[in-house]
């Protein structure tokens, strides 16, 4: 029973020490900052590739290839909810201004004394005055025959720190309920055909998708500058009803809680395979999209479409980087047998030679749109959760709480000496220059 | 004719920051209000005529000037200053002008050589977020680049009185080490709560144009890392024992990750932010 009081008791004390929450942000940090700086969620040839052998083969034992959700950064921000909590409890909700007792006010860091004329009740009545006006809670008290004024202001500002923890703790409960009940994805859809969402049931049919390009004269050189990408679609949701509906970048649109957002574009590639100058059914039909293969029938060759390029330099052959489609070519790459043989660049219409009396064309291009979509009902929480952490930093750190201790002395011929000091839960020097001026005010105002 | 202006503009805002840091420098070495007298009018002057320069481009081009890095790092030294200019007025800190106007120019000249001319916005860009989460961010920068000069002239005040060589009038003429705490504490109080908000803006912003709130792209993590770094300072400064020293090294190592983040990422890691460049 001992034991387990000591041990309570330790970690009490660590997990309520500031310091140790200021170590867990050390390790959060580094952590996030492996993460800007290794490139996240690569194949692991990459890391090989980018990085000496121990450095990347470290990177991949300790997950940091994807170190936003490996163990080690779960267990930190849990660590660091754990810390705030413990803190919360045991630091910040009982943190108050001192109680109501006398000071040896020229003891304090922060005080001043002056005489002013006036009977000591006369004094007390401009004093009244001066603090209530400037929003001080002003509370007097007889101690050891002595009045004492203690006058308080933003007393109820000691919370901004349990606001903001409170805040963080909604933004970590939103983001849970991502990961418990969200989910998101991708596909792409080319221009008349429809998908369905699986997860979802809704199901989208591209009717158009557009973009538009402004070629802009910069500095250096021309840029080909994207302006619009709009996909006009037709959705049924879960009532199966369909409604044409149109999304573009920053403007998503909702289908029974899930958003879909316009997220890239792309072209698909109809492809004439032919066999001894026969067409072959293998591909026919089908739309590939850039990244998309096909198996050559009787071989264990695969055609692997790369990329689409939507201008080529007549002059030279080359690609260029005009987006828009003028003369448009085709990266195709062969493997056999997963070794590759070769890679070339077709113009659209040109064919290929594949060996064994194959030969594919790409015939025709089409428009693809790609979406995301992604229902998370942590989102509300988590705005409410930025709101409260925001509202409690703004309280921290302009609202102040101070105490001030006022003693009028009557020092007799209708003369009384004003002795103040002030204390606030975050020492002395943050009030200084406030202390300062409120002295001038209050020798202007009792004079 | 307005391209004109433009440059003209341009051109006053570089000098007077030139000058204003020199006159500046002289004050912060030598104390003679001539110097303050000179050099605190060069510093206003610099910043307004940023501010109409930025108005003039958004005028003539109709396109948001924050949303490339040359817009960016003009409000970016405009802000320091402006927060700069606040806080000289309001605590008396024109010595430490010389270092901020420097910084500005220097910051100002470096965006210039970003400006590509007039482009039109990429869809990703063209939100009214863009209106909101930029000039947010950019300005909790300029409260970390105050807040980052703050603390260098602490240390060098520290570390000086500490060799005991602090003998010297200009050493001396600095406020006491606990007001500069203060001031830093009172510059970071501005950054936080900005870059506080500029990350949540950032973030409405990101579920509308790219569907989630945050995505771990390498621009939001480096703001993540440098709002961690300030959390740390705001705690490490409820610890007497910790400010001061300690909490002005953290305000220096913060204000670094500030200008990784902010130019670092945009111009070296690519992600998301990269049209930024």
Request: charged letters at 15%; aromatic letters at 14%.
């Amino acid at each position: 029973m001992k034991a387990a009081t000591r041990l309570y008791d330790d970690f009490v004390l660590t997990f309520g020490n500031v310091l140790f929450a200021v170590c867990l942000f050390v390790v959060w940090g580094v952590l996030t900052l492996i993460g800007v700086v290794v490139d996240q969620g690569q194949s692991p040839d990459q890391y090989v590739q980018t990085y000496a052998a121990p450095i990347a083969r470290a990177i991949l034992r300790l997950q940091f290839d994807n170190v936003y959700h490996s163990p080690w950064y779960v267990g930190i921000v849990g660590l660091i909810l754990l810390s705030l909590a413990v803190c919360t409890f045991k630091r910040v909700i009982p943190a108050r201004l001192p109680p109501l007792r006398p000071v040896k006010i020229d003891k304090m860091p922060l005080h001043d004394e002056f005489e002013i004329e006036g009977s000591e009740s006369t004094v007390q009545t401009r004093l009244t005055s001066f603090f209530t006006t400037g929003g001080w809670r002003l509370r007097k008290r007889t101690i050891d025959g002595a009045e004492w004024s203690f006058a308080d202001k933003h007393d109820w500002a000691r919370r901004g720190v349990l606001v903001a923890h409170a805040g963080f703790v909604i933004i970590a409960a939103g983001t849970t309920l991502y990961w418990a009940l969200g989910f998101s994805g991708e596909f792409g859809v080319g221009d008349g055909q429809a998908v369905r969402v699986a997860r979802t049931g809704a199901v989208m049919r591209l009717n158009n998708f557009t973009y538009r390009i402004a070629p802009t004269q910069t500095k250096s050189g021309i840029v080909y500058q994207p302006i619009d990408y709009v996909s006009r679609v037709t959705v049924s949701g879960r009532d199966g009803v369909a409604r044409n509906m149109t999304v573009r970048v920053n403007h998503p649109i909702d289908v029974d809680g899930t958003l879909y957002y316009q997220s890239s574009y792309g072209f698909g590639l109809r492809f004439l395979l032919e066999h001894n100058r026969h067409p072959d059914a293998t591909v026919g039909g089908r739309t590939l999209l850039e990244g998309d293969s096909f198996d050559v029938p009787g071989t264990n060759r695969t055609v692997l479409y790369e990329r689409f390029i939507p201008t080529v330099d007549r002059s030279n052959g080359m690609p260029t980087a005009d987006p828009r489609v003028n003369d448009p070519a085709v990266a195709l790459a062969v493997t056999q047998g997963g070794v590759p043989v070769g890679e070339t660049m077709l113009p659209l219409r040109g064919s290929m030679d594949l060996g064994d009396g194959w030969r594919a064309t790409p015939e025709r291009y089409v428009l693809y749109s790609g979406f995301q979509y992604r229902h998370d009902p942590g989102v509300p929480l988590v705005g409410i959760g930025a709101f409260v952490l925001l509202a409690g930093l703004v309280i921290s750190f302009y609202f102040l709480p101070a105490r001030l201790y006022v003693q009028v002395d009557d020092l007799g011929n209708d003369r009384c000496r004003i002795g103040v000091a002030a204390t606030t839960v975050k020492g002395y020097d943050v009030f200084a220059s406030e202390f300062a001026r409120l002295m001038v005010g209050l020798k202007v105002s009792t004079a | 004719m307005t391209i004109a202006l433009d440059g003209l503009l341009l051109a006053i805002a570089l000098a007077a920051y030139v000058l204003g840091a020199l006159a500046l420098m002289l004050f912060f070495f030598a104390r003679q209000p001539i110097y303050r007298t000179l050099g605190a009018p060069l510093a206003i002057a610099g910043c307004v005529a940023q501010f109409v320069q930025l108005a003039v481009r958004f005028e003539t081009t109709h396109v948001w000037p924050l949303l490339n890095l040359y817009g960016s790092l003009s409000l970016f030294s405009a802000m320091s200053v402006a927060i700069f200019i606040v806080f000289a007025y309001r605590y008396n800190l024109w010595f430490a002008g010389g270092f901020v106007l420097a910084l500005a120019a220097i910051f100002l000249a470096y965006g210039v050589t970003w400006n590509e001319g007039t482009m039109p916005p990429v869809p990703s860009l063209q939100s009214y977020w863009a209106k909101i989460h930029v000039p947010i961010v950019v300005s909790s920068y300029a409260a970390f680049l105050v807040a980052f000069v703050f603390s260098c002239i602490y240390l060098l005040k520290f570390y000086a009185q500490r060799a005991g060589g602090a003998a010297s009038g200009w050493l001396e003429s600095l406020p006491a080490l606990p007001q500069l705490d203060v001031i830093i504490y009172r510059a970071v109080a501005i950054g936080l709560p900005l870059i506080s908000v500029g990350i949540i803006t950032g973030a409405m912003w990101a579920h509308e144009a790219w569907g989630a709130y945050w995505q771990w792209d390498p621009k939001e993590t480096a703001a993540l890392f440098s709002w961690i770094v300030y959390l740390g300072y705001m705690h490490l400064h409820t610890r007497h024992a910790w400010r001061g020293l300690r909490t002005s090294w953290v305000s220096v190592i913060g204000f670094l990750s500030i200008i990784f983040c902010y130019l670092g990422v945009n111009i070296w890691i690519s992600g998301l932010h990269s049209y930024k460049v």
